[in-house]
């Protein structure tokens, strides 16, 4: 059999049944069971040695994760305790996937990596051509203008997705790598014109995503080959509205994708054809989208927006006010609706209209040193934001990140909510 069709007879089920970021292969930000409707407190917290903004995944009653101290974590999900960790040369902002063969993961070292689930034992790594952030000259208005300024929103590396025998990751090299799972063997790269840190999805033979060069990809997942490209926004002279950090999910064939040209665009899977474009008014969405019973959720950046919108038709179902920015994804579990928020929060909503169930705050936010937080938990940006010019503008971004920002997208499992925060800790809260 062709390895064609090998990516053909790829089942559906086989996806599911993998642990990987956004909850399956095409990334559609759905888990079975359901989470914590009325929160009863913090099951567990454990601590790390750098920022977590990337998400945790599970298997077999052991919860995955890395973090900036360079280290991937197996953390027993009953009782929080450490089961293995594996160190790298590099902070971790990649989502593990995990199968029964292995543990996949990027390193801001340049390697990706595959670790014995159990052990924690190496099986291989891969080097790519090393990684670097989005960059530009008078990148977001920063000064002086004739500087190249490395983005500090470009918070994540690109998480890896598996499918028929097949691990797909992008870099900040611009390449989209497709290596074999078990031996990390190169079966192809695709060049894009820019960093690729937004994390690929996978359906029906197809790895779809999107790059900073300003495109939307679509590629044959045997071969490489591309099938098609969509064009999203361009800022040439701030580089603001520019670049898909979004990752995309694929639902009933059609892409969701938000972008930082403001835009969620709802592309024909098989053509790349637009069906329709939610514009959120210069507002970032770096949230990638989720996707069931016929609405796609999304947060955005400047705004401060959680949003649902109808699949089909992309017009507005529900629009809810939030206190901060919003990098983390949404994730559907049961009725609920669960998203972090940059100002240290963890927020559930009702899944049908949006409204607020629960929150909860990091111990770090709620000490809210150098008053980052205004009183009702908006951020105070004359606190913290004082020049646009030389490292300033960095300054106060790591103050931001510092209130225990949330980042990472929860994972439910078992009934318990699981997620990072640039605190240091991954919680878990049932």
Known sequence: MTKTLLFLAFSASACLAQSMFRGDAAHSGTYAGSGPRAMRGVKWKFPTGGRVVASAVSRDAVVYF???DGNLYAVDSATGHQVWKFTTAGPISSTPAVDGGGVYFASYDG???ALNPKSGALKWKFASAGERRFEAK???GMQPFTQTIADPFDVFLSSPVLAGGAVFFGSGDGHLYA???ASGELRWKFKTGDVVHASP?????TVYFGSWDSYFYA???ATGKEKWRFHGGEDALIHNQVGFQSSPAVVDGVVYTGCRDSNVYALDAATGKEKWRVNNQGSWVNSSPAVANGKVYFGTSDSSLFQAVDAATGKPVFKQQLKAYVFSSPSLAGDAV???ILNGTM???DRNTGELLWTFQTETSKQNRNWILTADGKFNSQMFYQSNWHEGPMVAADRQFGIGAIFSAPLVADGVLYFGSADGYLYAIE
Not at 201 to 205: D, E, H, K, P, Q
């Open 219 to 221: 590629v044959d997942a």
């Open 201 to 205: 999805a996978y359906a029906a033979g």
């Open 111 to 113: 390697k990706f990596y």
């Open 179 to 181: 290596l074999d799972a």
């Open 338 to 340: 669960y998203l972090g």
């Open 66 to 68: 890395g973090s900036d």
């Open 138 to 140: 008078g990148l977001h």
């Open 347 to 349: 927020e559930a909503r």
